[in-house]
């Protein structure tokens, strides 16, 4: 549930929205942590029309290193609730 998508240059919108609500109501998210997340969302909007870091480059070229990997997510992760 990423709260923000970027788009060309400092183009951005809400993302997953629908999916942070139905966290919440399937009781997967408390509402607190919902608010926190959209303020995360709100701060990160700020820095990217300021063009300040990490939003101060031209992350369309960006690769990640590929010693790096791929992450692997827990063998119950769709069972665990995303709550602190």
Do not use: T
Not at 45 to 62: G, K, N, Q, S, V
């Amino acid at each position: 549930m990423a709260p923000i998508a970027l788009g060309n240059g400092s183009e951005w919108h809400w993302k997953d929205e629908d999916e942070l609500a139905w966290a919440v109501e399937q009781g997967r998210c408390d509402r607190d942590r919902a608010i926190e997340i959209r303020r995360d969302g709100e701060r990160a909007r700020e820095l990217i029309a300021r063009r300040e870091p990490p939003f101060d480059e031209e992350w369309e070229r960006w690769r990640p290193d590929p010693a790096w990997g791929i992450a692997q997510l827990p063998e119950r992760w769709k069972a665990e609730p995303i709550v602190r």
